[in-house]
């Protein structure tokens, strides 16, 4: 290949810039990213931007790498066979290679009433919009936040500390991925707070209306403002390109994050399904499949092969307001441990992680291919020989 090489990036979210940073390496590359926003949404911040404790932006400037140009614009559909994508204003991009990094927002509630009388907060403008709503509710009005995940937790904690009412749903149990010591931890912070947690299958939501949420066993609670933060979806593009996905709309790759249909088309983050067996989504897979991501089109580019993901996991941290938090430690294959941090110290350790994450988003732009150790998770080998036995994976 000569001549100037040319990579397309879509999304802009932790994923493609640190894949984008990564690619500029090569002097021969040349790299786009688009993305809908004109600045970085700090997405494990959008609670705080719900409260008013942190803005949950950055610059692209800070954390874009000075040869990548950003577009800011929408793709509505990729050409792989034309090697080109088509924007929202109606122009279209060509590319060599193609990183598929979309990311991810709230999924489709699927319950009566939820889409029109509910706030999701899978995005920053839903962030903002939910700001505007319970700026606009009374001091005293329920607030019942739909969803036992971190991002349930998070907003339930951050609301109550600053005093309102709050009423937690979790239709199951609290924070299912934690150990139960760490799940009590979290009760006894939700108690102190003075939010109500309603945990087991009676306390599914069934229905949304503009005054109340309705609950499997019966009950109905009033509720002057509905958050909704059960479960990710992703964006359909890749289903409406034509590409191999999931059953959940994720792109469907090899180990080396390639797409099944078409080597030149390379995926990261949480739109991505390596093997039919996707990573939790998140930033702190996001971080590492987005370079990995990179280092494929660029052994690719080098005529080399490309190598196997490896991407480990140290836990999850969960803020509790501005003065608690707790990080629930895990197994390298993500696993929930009995070990955890709590109280101040935790909500220490998650400040430092949400810094940490722009801060190595920004030092990947300074020093594009810095990082180059990775938290390997030694099972997903194991999952990979016992999926294959059953269905060996083609392309």
Known sequence: MSGKIDVVV?????????????????????????NPRATFVERIRLHQLVSGTHSAVAEYSKVLNERVRLVVDTVTRIDA????????????????????????????????????????????????RLRT??????AQAAVTVVGAGPSGIETAAELAEQGRTVTLVCGGVLGPYLHPRGRRTIAKRMAKLGVTVLEGGGAKVTGVTRAAVRLADGRELPSAVTIWTAGFGVPDLAQRSGLSTDAAGRL???ETLTSIDDERIIAAGDSAAPSDLPFRMGCQSAVQT??????????????????TIDVGFAGQCISLGRRAGIFQFSSKDDQANKHYLGGRPGALLKETVCWSTVWQLSYEARKPGARTWWSKDEKRQELLQAARAEAPVTR
């Open 252 to 254: 469907r790759t090899d």
């Open 290 to 307: 987005g370079p990995q991501a990179a280092e494929t089109v660029l052994s690719r580019i080098a005529g080399d092969e490309p190598s």
């Open 81 to 128: 066979a034309g090697r080109s994508v088509t924007l929202q204003d109606g122009g279209t991009l060509g590319y060599d290679y193609l990183v598929y990094a979309v990311g991810s927002g709230t999924a489709d509630p699927g319950v009566p009433g939820a889409a029109e009388f509910a706030y999701p907060l899978g995005s920053f403008e839903q962030a903002e």
């Open 133 to 138: 709503a319970l700026d606009a509710a009374p």
């Open 10 to 34: 879509i999304g802009g979210g932790y994923a493609g810039v640190m894949a984008a940073n990564r690619l500029t390496q090569r002097d021969d590359v040349t790299v786009t990213l688009i």
